[in-house]
C-alpha cells in the first residue's frame, strides 16, 4: 500500500477538467433555482407565523369556527359531517316514580315555577328534546336515552328531600331495561346548579358512567371528588332571564362605553367566599371604578330584574368570581348587557370548547391576585379592544341561548353535537353478554327483550 496521502472528493475516481460549457450549464442551473424559489414563495403562504399582537392574532382567528352563512362549525373528526342521531325521552307516565322526579311527591311542584330562574335549564332540555327533530319513540333505534327530572327545583320547592331523591332516582334506573344494558353509558341526565350530579347522592354508584348536562365542572370544595368528568360529560350554559335573550328588543338595552359608569362591577352575595369578600372589600377603596352592591334575596332593597341588568351593563368589565361552586350564572348573562366577563374562578369549565375560542370573548384573571392592580390592568385596555371583544361576544353567546336545535345557533344545536360525539354503536356493561347468535344476555342468559323490572342495579 501507499503511504502517500489520499485526497477525498465527490467525485474521486474522475479528474476530468471544468470546461466553460460547464460554467455556463452550472450559472443556468442557479437561475432557474432561484427562479422556481421565488415563484413558489409568492404561490403558497408561509405554513406558519409567529403572531406577538392581539390586533395581528385577531386578523388571523375567529372566536368561533363558522361555516360560509356564520352558523357554528363544529369539528368533522369526532362528530361527523352532520347531526345524524335519535334520542329517546322516557315519558312520566311509563316508569314509577319519574313523576315525583318532576313535580314532587304530591304533584304540586309548578313546571312553569321550575322554568324560572338559573335552573330553569333542565326543564328547557326536556321541553326542547321533546319537541326535537331527533326525537324517537321507539327504544330499539335510538342513540342515546334521555332522563327528565327537575330535582333541583323539586327539592328547593319542597317537594322531595335528599332521602327521598336518593330512594326515588333507584327507584326509577331499576326499572330501565336499556340502562341496565349499557350501564347507564347512553343514558343522559341534566343537574343544573352547582351541586351537579350530587343532587343524587348516590350518582357515583349508580349513574358515574351516565352522560351528565351541568354548567358545574368542579365541586371539591364541597365534596370529596367532582362528578364532572371531561371525557363523557357536557358543560351546558346557565339559563339566562328569557326577556334578556329574545330576539328583538330586549328588557335591559346595551349603553355605550362611554356613557357607562364604572370601569367593572360585581353583582352578587359575599356568601363568605373570598374571591367575593376581596371584591367587596376592593370597592370601598375604589367606589368610583368598582361597583359591588350586596344584593338582597327579599326586602325594599331587593333588586328588581331590570334594576338588576340596568347595574350589570353600567360598567365596562362584569367580574363572575367563584361562589358556592366554580361556574357563575354572570358570566352568561355578561354577554347580553355586553360587558367583557372577567372570570375570577380558577377551576370553572366552559361551554362548547371546540369551537368557542375564550381569550377573544373574556378574560380570565387568577383569584389569588384581586387587588388594586386588577383594576389597573382593566383600566390600560383602550376601549376599541374592548368593543372588539365585545362584538365578537355577539357572535357566539346564540350558543348560551336554549332555542330549538332547528335554529342556525342556539345552545341545545350545540349540545346535540357534543351528544353525537358521544354515539355508540355498540353497548355493554359488567351485567350484559352476548352470544354467537348476537343475542345479548343478562348474567342468567336471559335475552335483553325479556328482562323485566325490578332489576338489580350495581
Known amino acids: 500500500m501507499s503511504n502517500k496521502p489520499r485526497i477525498f472528493s465527490a467525485h474521486s475516481h474522475s479528474n476530468t477538467p471544468c470546461t466553460r460549457a460547464h460554467q455556463i450549464g452550472a450559472l443556468l442551473l442557479i437561475a432557474a433555482t432561484f427562479f422556481f424559489t421565488r415563484l413558489f414563495d409568492q404561490s403558497f403562504p408561509p405554513p406558519c407565523n409567529l403572531i406577538t399582537d392581539r390586533s395581528s392574532r385577531d386578523a388571523d382567528l375567529h372566536v368561533a369556527k363558522t361555516n360560509?352563512?356564520?352558523?357554528?362549525?363544529?369539528?368533522?373528526?369526532?362528530y361527523g359531517s352532520h347531526l345524524s342521531l335519535k334520542i329517546y325521552v322516557y315519558d312520566e307516565n311509563e316508569i314509577d316514580g319519574l313523576k315525583d322526579l318532576l313535580y314532587g311527591r304530591d304533584g304540586t311542584v309548578s313546571t312553569n315555577a321550575c322554568l324560572k330562574g338559573q335552573w330553569?335549564?333542565?326543564v328547557k332540555i326536556h321541553r326542547l328534546l321533546l319537541e326535537s327533530r331527533f326525537r324517537t319513540r321507539k327504544k330499539e333505534e335510538a342513540d342515546l336515552f334521555f332522563?327528565?327530572?327537575?330535582?333541583?327545583?323539586?327539592?328547593?320547592?319542597?317537594?322531595?328531600?335528599?332521602?327521598?331523591?336518593?330512594?326515588?332516582?333507584?327507584?326509577?334506573?331499576?326499572?330501565?331495561?336499556?340502562?341496565?344494558?349499557?350501564?347507564?353509558r347512553d343514558h343522559i341526565f341534566v343537574f343544573p346548579s352547582g351541586a351537579g350530579a350530587h343532587l343524587f347522592r348516590s350518582w357515583a354508584t349508580y349513574?358515574?358512567?351516565?352522560?351528565?348536562?351541568?354548567?358545574?365542572?368542579?365541586?371539591?370544595?364541597?365534596?370529596?371528588?367532582?362528578?364532572?368528568?371531561?371525557?363523557?360529560?357536557?358543560?351546558?350554559?346557565?339559563?339566562?332571564?328569557?326577556?334578556?335573550?329574545?330576539t328583538g328588543a330586549t328588557v335591559v338595552q346595551p349603553l355605550p362605553l362611554s356613557k357607562r359608569k364604572y370601569l367593572a362591577n360585581y353583582l352578587g352575595r359575599a356568601q363568605k367566599k373570598a374571591g367575593r369578600l376581596k371584591l367587596i372589600e376592593?370597592?370601598?377603596?375604589?367606589?368610583?371604578?368598582?361597583?359591588?352592591?350586596?344584593?338582597?334575596?327579599?326586602?325594599?332593597?331587593?333588586?328588581?330584574?331590570?334594576e338588576y341588568f340596568q347595574h350589570l351593563g353600567n360598567a365596562k368589565f362584569c367580574f363572575a368570581p367563584r361562589g358556592e361552586s366554580s361556574w357563575t350564572l354572570r358570566f352568561y348573562e355578561s354577554f347580553f348587557v355586553e360587558c367583557v366577563?372577567?372570570?375570577?374562578?380558577?377551576?370553572?369549565?366552559?361551554?362548547?370548547?371546540?369551537?368557542?375560542?375564550?381569550?377573544?370573548?373574556?378574560i380570565k384573571w387568577p383569584s389569588t391576585v384581586i387587588g388594586p392592580e386588577l383594576l389597573e390592568y382593566l383600566a390600560s385596555i383602550p376601549d376599541d379592544v374592548i368593543e372588539g371583544m365585545i362584538a365578537h361576544g355577539r357572535q357566539v353567546r346564540?350558543?348560551?341561548?336554549?332555542?330549538?336545535?332547528?335554529?342556525?345557533?342556539?345552545?341545545?344545536?350545540?349540545?346535540?353535537?357534543?351528544?353525537q360525539r358521544k354515539v355508540r354503536l355498540f353497548h355493554q356493561s359488567a351485567e350484559t353478554f352476548w352470544l354467537h347468535n348476537g343475542s345479548i344476555v343478562n348474567r342468567n342468559l336471559v335475552e335483553f327483550t325479556s328482562w323485566k323490572p325490578p332489576m338489580p342495579l350495581p
Open 120 to 122: 330553569g335549564s333542565q
Open 341 to 362: 366577563p372577567v372570570i375570577l374562578s380558577d377551576q370553572v369549565e366552559l361551554p362548547f370548547q371546540n369551537v368557542v375560542d375564550y381569550t377573544q370573548i373574556s
Open 68 to 78: 360560509g352563512g356564520g352558523r357554528p362549525l363544529w369539528p368533522e373528526r369526532g
Open 147 to 184: 332522563v327528565p327530572s327537575y330535582v333541583k327545583c323539586v327539592r328547593m320547592l319542597g317537594g322531595l328531600n335528599d332521602k327521598e331523591i336518593n330512594q326515588t332516582y333507584v327507584k326509577v334506573l331499576s326499572q330501565m331495561p336499556y340502562f341496565r344494558r349499557s350501564g347507564g
Open 398 to 419: 346564540c350558543l348560551w341561548v336554549y332555542a330549538p336545535d332547528s335554529e342556525p345557533c342556539s345552545a341545545m344545536q350545540a349540545v346535540m353535537w357534543e351528544l
Open 282 to 306: 376592593l370597592s370601598k377603596q375604589y367606589g368610583d371604578k368598582l361597583e359591588c352592591p350586596e344584593l338582597q334575596l327579599s326586602g325594599p332593597n331587593k333588586l328588581g330584574r331590570v
Open 207 to 246: 349513574i358515574n358512567l351516565s352522560i351528565i348536562l351541568t354548567p358545574e365542572g368542579d365541586r371539591t370544595d364541597k365534596k370529596d371528588t367532582s362528578a364532572f368528568n371531561t371525557w363523557k360529560d357536557i358543560i351546558i350554559p346557565g339559563n339566562v332571564d328569557d326577556g334578556m335573550t329574545k
